[in-house]
Every structure is written in C-alpha cells, then in structure tokens.
C-alpha cells in the first residue's frame, strides 16, 4: 500500500503537467484567431476609387465673391461721392486740385490707355509665358472689351452728369480710366504667376490716366473711382465667363484596351480614354 501511492501520486503530475503545456501551448493560437466584424457594403460605392474627399469652398472664398468684391467696393465709393455728397465728395477734391494745379492741361491721357496693352504685347515678345496663349487672350480681351462697353455706354446715359467743365452730361462713370484699369487688370492676370510687377507696372499706369482725367477738368473723383471699379469688374467677368479654351487639343491620358466578346461569337477590343 505505501509503494503504491508515490506512483500513482507521480502519474497524476506527468499528466497534469502535460495538461497544463498543452494549454500553454494552445493560448498563442487562441489569442490570434479574433471573431471579425460583418463587412459595411451600405457605403462601398459612395467612393469607389478611395479620393480625396473635395472640401467645398465657404461662400465668400467663390470665383465670383472674389472677382467682384474689389471692384464693388471702388463703384461704391464713387457713387457715394457723386456731387457734394460723401465724407470727401467730388467737388471738395475738384476745388483742391483747381487751387493747386490751375490751368493743367495735356492730352497725354489719350494716348496712355493704351499703354498696359503695348506693355502686354511686349512681354509677350519677349518670350515671357503668359496663363493663356494669345488666341485665348485676345477672346478674353474681346469679352471684357465688350462688357466694359455696355456698362460705360448704360451707365453714361442713365445718370447724365454734368462734366466739371460743363461741356457735356456724360461723365459718370471715366471711360478712360475704366478702359486704363481693365488693360492693367489683363496685364496683372496673364503675367501674375511670373512676376507681379508686371501688374504694378500696369496699375500704376491706369492710375495715371485717372488722376490726369481729373487734372484736365474732364472727370470728377466719383468718375473715376467708379470707372476704375467697372474697369476691373469687365476683366474678371471676362475671364469667369471664358470656360472653353479655344485652339487648345485635349491630350489623351489613361488609355486602355481590353478583349470583348460581340453577339454571334464575334470578338474585338474595347479601347476607352480621357481627354485632359
């Protein structure tokens, strides 16, 4: 009887011992293999290709909140300052420059607004690469030219100001200084990506012609506030409203071929491509 127990006593440890390394063994695998969740279909064709999601813009950061928001704000002034009306009307800044520069008189106005659109067509010779190639520019500057023109002409006749030297009642708004500013406006837009002096060489001439268009005695200070405002206005909306690049051919990008089989047993190739 005592023999025996020490035996029987050492078989239950083996066994126990091999229990416990069979489970020690076992809790690694265990451990590995984890219940996976039911995979969501509800959503997979929301973004097939996995892109970046497109963030849309605020209201006031639009094409149209930008490229008018300038130029709302100089046809604003200027109608504010029509006559005596405003904090600095037209007749307070037509009576400081006729004590100060009494008798001025050139016609160098006439001829300088021209000036940012020889200053295009330079840079351009000179080899500097512009946004658009000329075909485009020069659609862009017909639609602006004539968007220009039909807000001068409405707005010449609607109001029918009274000259500062009484000649005519066609002043409001200064047609040069708006066709000045919308020659510079294209000048800053086509070459702005290269170098903004280009644009400030340009500005700096329009401005020119607006101060000496008050010189002259031709144009009060709301004329040309406002005229340089339409001029900018006509540039911008030229630009918004030119969508299709004429003259350009699209490149071929993500070409690519693939068998398919035609009714009756015939065969061919699908060849499908994106213009950019």
């Known amino acids: ?27 690694p695998l265990a451990a590995q293999v984890q219940p996976t969740a039911p995979t969501d279909t509800t959503r997979k064709y ?3 290709g996995d892109l970046p999601t497109i963030v849309k813009k605020p209201w006031y950061k639009g094409k149209l909140v930008t490229a008018t928001i300038v130029p709302a704000v100089l ?23 006729q004590r100060n520069f009494s008798g001025f008189h050139t016609k160098v106005d006439d001829y300088l607004i021209l000036a940012p659109y020889a200053e295009l067509g330079l840079v351009a010779l000179a080899g500097v690469e512009s946004r658009n190639d000329r075909l485009n520019t020069l659609l862009v500057i017909g639609k602006s ?29 200064s047609g040069h200084t708006a066709q000045a500013f ?39 200070q709301s004329d040309v506030v406002a005229g340089a ?6 540039a911008h909306l030229g630009y918004l409203s030119h969508r299709n690049r004429w003259g ?11 068998p398919m089989a035609w009714p009756g047993g015939t065969t061919g190739f699908t060849f499908t491509w994106r213009p950019e």
């Open 1 to 27: 009887m005592t023999s025996f127990l020490p035996a029987t006593v050492g078989f239950v440890r083996r066994h126990a011992l091999v229990a416990l390394l069979s489970v020690g063994s076992a809790l």
């Open 46 to 48: 929301e973004n097939p």
């Open 75 to 97: 046809i604003g002034y200027g109608v504010s300052t029509i006559n005596g009306n405003g904090f600095y009307s037209s007749y307070d800044a037509r009576r400081d420059i």
């Open 145 to 173: 030219e004539l968007i220009f023109g039909a807000l001068t002409y409405a707005l010449k006749n609607t109001t029918k100001v009274l000259r500062p030297d009484g000649s005519t009642r066609n002043s409001f708004p």
């Open 182 to 220: 919308l020659a510079a406006s294209i000048v800053h837009t086509e070459f702005r990506d290269k170098s903004q002096w280009y644009g400030v060489g340009a500005y700096t001439i329009a401005t020119s012609v607006a101060a000496l268009r008050m010189l002259n005695d031709r144009h009060w």
């Open 229 to 234: 405002g339409i001029g900018i206005l006509s």
């Open 248 to 258: 350009r051919k699209p490149r071929i990008k993500g070409v690519s071929a693939s």
